[in-house]
């Protein structure tokens, strides 16, 4: 019975010494004013005071461009694969208590350390762009004090950013990508060269928290981001092309009229609908040609595009609207069009114009 006593108290002053070993070797950073860089970027979490934090403002801002070594060192600090069978095997000797256990090991202690080092990347802004890998892996962090701020200085840098997201976009998953691209929304039409490999995410994970956030994304990219859009709309799979119909509705917001139209009748199957898919991608399909418009692909598009945009806007024509109105007015207009295309657009519309009057007039007489 000693002699297992014996190796318990040995085990258990054994598991205090590496735990204290790892405590003190730890490199807490550059001193400013005497105290670590570790200890002022923890004054500049959102739980600081905040006079301390100002304080802390100050001090990384001295150390400027000096403090990234060990900030970005900071990141990498996970705790030790032996620390939590330890902590286990402390907390069942009952010589040891419990609050002395958790004072040298606290499981949270490296993850505030994380949060403080990228709270200090945030406050050095765009000084900080050599740490972005760092930041970009960060937001795949499980504790959400440090991914909450590695948003936060992402979306400080602009664009900075684009091209470590987009490496590693394909290599990760859940949360993580989901977070990398909420900094892709944020960063607008300067991540449109992202567009194709969102559109690979909506086609694969449709219907999940990733594929939502990328639709979010490339909604906000600009017309440049109109063919990944229009790729979708064409799909074969309905929910993909619904997607891509609202992607082109916030991306082209003029055209509500063509929108509501198509969302609303284009369904799968039908033959009338392929001409009206190849009108799309005529008009948005090809990205060396950017209209902003149906009427701009009209005036200054090829004489394809031209028709294209001439047809789609005849199925957005009803009687009175906008697009009806629009499509009249082309009647003494020169266009790149072939002119039996306008003409028989305007015929339609005069025919249902008709019908339209013919409807009215019989249900006055009814009356």
Not at 15 to 21: D, E, G, T, V
Not at 125 to 143: F, K, R, T
Request: hydrophobic share 45%; proline share 5%.
């Amino acid at each position: 019975m000693k002699k297992w006593q014996i190796i318990k108290i040995s085990a258990g002053a054994l598991i205090l010494i590496c735990l204290l070993l790892s405590f003190i070797k730890r490199d807490r950073g550059p001193l400013v004013e005497g105290r670590p860089l570790e200890s002022w970027v923890q004054d500049l979490l959102i739980t600081a005071d905040p006079i301390k934090h100002n304080a802390a403002k100050k001090a990384v801002s001295q150390l400027g461009t000096n403090a990234i070594p060990w900030l970005r060192k900071t990141l990498l600090y996970t705790d030790p694969v032996w620390k939590r069978p330890l902590i286990s095997m402390a907390e069942s000797a009952s010589f040891i208590e419990p609050k002395t256990i958790h004072r040298w090991a606290n499981t949270y202690e490296l993850a505030e350390i994380r949060a403080g080092g990228v709270a200090g990347l945030a406050e050095l802004g765009q000084w900080a762009a050599p740490a972005i890998p760092d930041l970009v892996e960060a937001l795949g962090d499980p504790e959400h004090l440090v991914y909450n701020n590695a948003l936060l200085v992402l979306n400080g840098m602009g664009k900075l950013p684009l091209s470590a997201i987009t490496n590693r976009l394909a290599a990760v998953q859940g949360e993580h990508r989901t977070r990398m691209l909420h900094v892709l929304r944020n960063m607008k039409e300067d991540a449109v060269g992202s567009a194709p490999a969102l559109v690979r995410i909506i086609e694969i994970q449709s219907g999940s928290n990733e594929a939502n956030a990328a639709i979010a994304a490339l909604s906000t990219m600009g017309i440049k981001a109109a063919p990944a859009a229009v790729q979708l709309a064409v799909s074969d799979r309905y929910e993909l092309r619904l997607a891509g119909f609202n992607v082109l509705s916030r991306l082209l917001p003029a055209e509500h009229e063509l929108w509501a139209e198509l969302k609303s009748s284009i369904q799968l199957g039908h033959e009338k609908e392929k001409e009206v898919l190849l009108a799309l991608q005529n008009v948005w399909g090809n990205s060396n040609e950017t209209y902003t418009s149906l009427s701009d692909a009209i005036f200054n598009g090829t004489p394809r595009s031209c028709d294209a945009a001439i047809l789609l806007m005849s199925k957005a024509a009803k009687p009175g609207n906008s697009s009806a109105r629009k499509l009249h007015k082309l009647r003494n207009k020169t266009l790149n069009s072939g002119p039996k295309t306008l003409q028989a657009v305007l015929e339609k519309i005069d025919d249902s114009n008709g019908a339209s009057s013919k409807s009215a007039s019989a249900k006055n007489t009814l009356e």
